[in-house]
């Protein structure tokens, strides 16, 4: 019964790793993806975004990670700070997250925005367009950005390579160890004398052959029967 269950949850655990490693490898091709198209990737409606500027702070600081929801443009409301593919040919196509100052529409209502970062003094040049709207602003991941903070730094770098170094060393260490033993072990089985293998009913036919030489004493008269050395042994 205790065979059975750790083979379930043997089974089970395979299952779950594998569904595990099936959608990070989905989620990779999707991010790469979108990376190769220039697109900012989401995952499950949402994305998360390093502000590289300084023209969102005090709110969003240089350096910092940002959390973005996926939004159409009808969703933008004046006030909400939004994520876009920018217009402006110094960052033409890059995404840029600033503030909604003022929301237009058209006659054909078509949606526009026009944008300014909080540390600007002045709104943008060019306005956004609901087409080029990527989502809305969320929240700062503070824990994210001190880990990524941490781990950007020179000396951090150099423990990261240094590590992989190792952990590289050591894979082919035990590679080559493993090749090494198994070598050893072939090559001992092959010097050790290998033991004739007898056939399994040799024992029968061995019993055969001594009936038939019995019986055939018993025809020619040099065996004596079990009834003639009784006998013998009474007359005397």
């Not at 979108?34 to 989401?42: D, T």
């Not at 956004?128 to 824990?143: M, P, Q």
């Amino acid at each position: 019964m205790e065979k059975k269950r750790s083979k379930a949850r043997s089974i089970i655990s395979s299952i779950i790793y594998i569904v595990i490693i099936s959608l990070l490898v989905v989620l990779l091709v999707h991010v790469v993806s979108a990376k190769m198209k220039g697109k900012v990737p989401m995952v499950f409606g949402y994305s998360v975004m390093r502000i590289v500027s300084n023209s969102m702070e005090d709110a969003i600081p240089t350096g910092t990670y940002i959390l973005v929801r996926e939004a159409k443009a009808e969703e933008v409301r004046e006030g909400d700070v939004i994520t876009f593919y920018s217009i402006d040919p110094a960052i033409y196509n890059q995404p840029n997250t600033h503030r909604v100052m003022e929301i237009k529409t058209d006659e054909d209502g078509a949606i526009s925005f026009v944008t300014r970062g909080d540390h600007n003094l002045k709104n943008d040049d060019y306005e956004v367009t609901g087409d080029r709207v990527i989502g809305i602003y969320c929240r700062n991941l503070v824990v994210l950005t001190a880990i990524a903070g941490f781990f950007m730094t020179k000396f951090m770098l150099i423990v990261i390579i240094l590590v992989q170094a190792l952990i590289i060393i050591m894979v082919v260490t035990t590679i080559v160890k493993g090749r090494r033993e198994k070598n050893e072990t072939e090559k001992e089985a092959q010097e050790q004398p290998q033991e004739e293998e007898k056939p399994a009913d040799l024992c029968e036919e061995d019993q055969k052959k001594i009936d038939e030489l019995v019986r055939q004493m018993k025809e020619s008269g040099q065996a004596p029967e079990q009834g003639s050395e009784e006998e013998s042994g009474k007359e005397e």
